[in-house]
């Protein structure tokens, strides 16, 4: 499908009634005039999200953005499946306004909106297979990401003590020449 087409869907889904009213009567207030540019690193990809009085509209290009968030697709999509998980926002780089990026990110991680537009997205069936799926994944893959963060925090600190550094090497290697050199003028000292 071409990507024109594709954004005219989402428009249309976005500019719906039903779509708006299910939003939080607040939420425009939050990101009224506001545009944010989301740049996915991996596929080259910009995508212009613009805020208006009552209305979201997605844009391939527009001025200058109040936010620019940039990440790759999966560690976004990762951010939002494991609602704001700490080792995935670490890796998304932010620009511009960071109070409506935090909202922005607080929409993205934790928000019923965004559930219901992805069930009228995807279609409510394929929405609910993804959230048995989600919510039976999800303590594992934080549970995972946990164990290896302290495992990793562990070696940064522990197991990096133990290992040599480069100065450490060189001055290790200087000192066998240096051994080396008083060994070979000990023989030729010896040997004559």
Known sequence: MEKNKIYEK???FLSSDRFINSLSENF?????????????TDISEDIIIEFQESSIRIHEKAGSPDVEILSSTVN??????????ESF?????IKGDIDTANKFNNFLSNSDELKYFLS???????FETLQKLYTSVVP?????????????????LYDLKILPTKSEINKFLDDVDDIKSRTDNLIKKYKL
């Open 76 to 85: 976004l999509l990762l951010f939002v499946i494991t609602q704001g998980s």
């Open 28 to 40: 425009f207030e939050s990101f009224n005039n506001k545009i944010i540019k989301v740049t996915l």
């Open 10 to 12: 989402i428009n249309t």
């Open 120 to 126: 009228n997205f995807i279609g409510n069936d394929y």
């Open 140 to 156: 594992s893959v934080k549970s995972s990401l946990s164990e290896r963060e302290n495992e990793f925090r562990d070696y940064l």
């Open 89 to 93: 926002s670490k890796n998304i780089v």
